[in-house]
């Protein structure tokens, strides 16, 4: 039913900057679309995620000040603006969906039902 599709991933420099996007579309319910990242040997975190009823977001501490997380409901498109990367940010970055019939802004992996690829971001120091 909806298959996020991420990409942007990439290789820079301590304190330079990615943009993520993510595409998905067919939802008939409202929904949260969120970011989780995962580096080797390390257990999937959440990073960002933001509702369609109204566009508000919740940032994981780490990433406050420096990720933005903003939605683009005309291009179903969903992206993740990462600024000051840090060597620490490595990971493989994962967009995820899931429906409900509320607003549930939530950054627990079990909530998410529709998963993408995944997408390398390397941050070097």
């Known amino acids: 039913q909806v298959t996020p599709v991420e990409s942007g991933g990439g290789l820079v420099q301590a304190g330079g900057s990615l943009r993520l996007s993510c595409r998905a579309s067919?939802?008939?319910?409202?929904?949260?679309i969120g970011w989780f990242r995962q580096a080797p040997g390390k257990e999937r975190e959440g990073v960002a995620c933001?509702?369609?009823?109204?566009?508000?977001?919740y940032y994981t501490d780490s990433v406050k000040g420096r990720f933005t997380i903003t939605r683009d409901t005309a291009k179903n498109m969903v992206y993740l603006q990462m600024d000051n990367l840090k060597p620490e940010d490595t990971a493989v970055y994962y967009c995820?969906?899931?429906?409900?019939?509320?607003?549930?802004?939530?950054?627990?992996?079990?909530?998410?039902?529709?998963w993408g690829q995944g997408t390398q971001v390397t941050v070097s120091s």
């Open positions: 933001i509702s369609s009823v109204d566009d508000t977001t």
């Open positions: 067919g939802f008939i319910l409202p929904h949260s």
């Open positions: 995820a969906a899931f429906e409900a019939f509320e607003k549930i802004l939530k950054l627990e992996a079990w909530r998410y039902d529709y």
